[in-house]
């Protein structure tokens, strides 16, 4: 209640309350202007202003002598209370528990902690933001509708974006200055904002992983976008909020199983199973199980990863994309095999490439050994428009995941469907981490195609050599 005190005018010090108190204890009785009553069980009364009550004191505020003092009494010692012509008795309060701070995971961030970093960085502009020019060309109509018919880059915004800003890392930065400007050229209509709010949003969570500004981004736009601000806020690290986000959806409907992945990013595959289940029922096995067999590969359950895999290459009918996910599964399948079996060991020292199916058409990836280890993976050419930082990250994590790691127990949360049976063999320990690397958000066939030519180009290079 010293908040309450603080605030109160021409209040006496120590002394004057000591006075008071002095008063009380003697029983006189004291009648300030009309207001609130208050009456001790001694028999004490007065009339002032309730300023408060606690477990541990009630604060009553009264004049004295021209003074206002704000006097604080035991509940135990008051009888009765009257606020606004109505009395009642006073009972002890009990003590309030503390309130529990916003749980937190592994360390993670709290949701106040995503929601108060998502208003405070989101609406800003990038430290680089004023250093890159706008650049466009002038024939490029700014309102997101199509206004020359086929293929028109530099006259359809979208067109634009997707072939001349996203495969080029160099021009990503003038890509969002251009769509910052188009917020204010659509600003009046609110559907195109709209637009240039989720384009926006996607652009720094492709191009730069600025997922806080990402998130902020979504927000605005509205609509569905539950995947990717859970996914942001996955990044950002708050895997309750993350979550919670996703646990509003039903269904995976997303053309490439986003819910199921991102549940097994975050360590949730018997949700992440449950979901694939579920959307192979509802007529997208290839989608379902494509999505499901990454899961368990990143388990490193590579039985299990093999066994979704040639469920997608049976699948008779599925998604429009049946005729690629077949393609993809059937390259993970052997990618997963080739790592089941392979020894660096194995690999002479040298300089290997091969080429995996990607989004667009092959990718192709030379890879250099030295000394029993990856050396060096570099993406030697690639079709997809929409690889966005996949050429560089998914090298850097296979280099990076190429050491041993600690072998991690069974969660009491996964399914029991996954657990390893006794005669289900290990990977080898050497090659168990290579099993575990995710791919990329947003270019997640890119990703794959960078991951399978990889270890076809390891496997042909342990194959060419006579002596192994």
Known sequence: ????????????????????????????????????????????????????????????????????????????????????????????????????????????????????????????????????????????????????????????????????????????????????????????DRGRLRISQGALAGMY??????????????QQAGGRNHVELATCYLHLGCKPLAAKMLSGIRDDNTPDGSVIRLWSRMGEIDKALWYAEKAARAGRPDVAYLAAGDACRREARHEKAQGFYQKVIDAKRGSRDIKRNTARATANLEAVKFLVDLKMADVPDGAYSAEADGYAGPVKVGVNVEKGRIASIKVLQHRDKQAFRAPVLMPERIIANQDPKPVKATSSSSSSRLRRRPSEPEPEPEMKPFLEIDTVS???????????????????????????
């Open 1 to 188: 209640m010293t908040g309450m005190a603080n605030g109160a005018r021409g209040r006496t010090g120590r002394a004057g309350i000591a006075a008071t108190a002095a008063l009380l204890a003697a029983g006189v009785f004291i009648a300030p202007a009309r207001g609130d009553d208050i009456q001790l069980k001694n028999g004490t009364k007065y009339t002032g202003k309730l300023v408060g009550e606690e477990h541990d004191k009630i604060v009553f505020r009264a004049d004295f002598g021209g003074a206002t003092v704000d006097l604080e009494f035991k509940p135990g010692d008051v009888r009765y209370v009257t606020v606004n012509g109505r009395r009642r008795a006073v009972k002890p309060k009990p003590k309030p528990k503390p309130r529990p701070g916003p749980a937190k995971t592994d360390g993670g961030k709290s949701s106040s902690e995503i929601d108060e970093l998502i208003a405070k960085v989101g609406p800003t502009k990038p430290e680089w933001f004023d250093s890159i020019p706008l650049h466009y060309p002038r024939t490029l109509n700014l309102t997101w509708r199509m206004s020359a018919r086929g293929w028109k880059p530099h006259v359809n915004l979208r067109q634009y974006i997707t072939s001349i800003i996203s495969p080029a890392p160099k021009r990503w930065k003038e890509g969002i200055r251009l769509v910052h400007h188009t917020l204010g050229v659509n600003r009046a």
């Open 205 to 218: 969570f492709n191009y730069l992983a600025d997922y806080a500004r990402a998130a902020y981004w979504w």
């Open 442 to 468: 947003g270019a997640t066939c890119t990703s794959e195609a960078i991951f399978n030519a990889t270890f076809k180009a390891l496997a042909g290079a342990r194959e060419k050599d006579p002596s192994k």
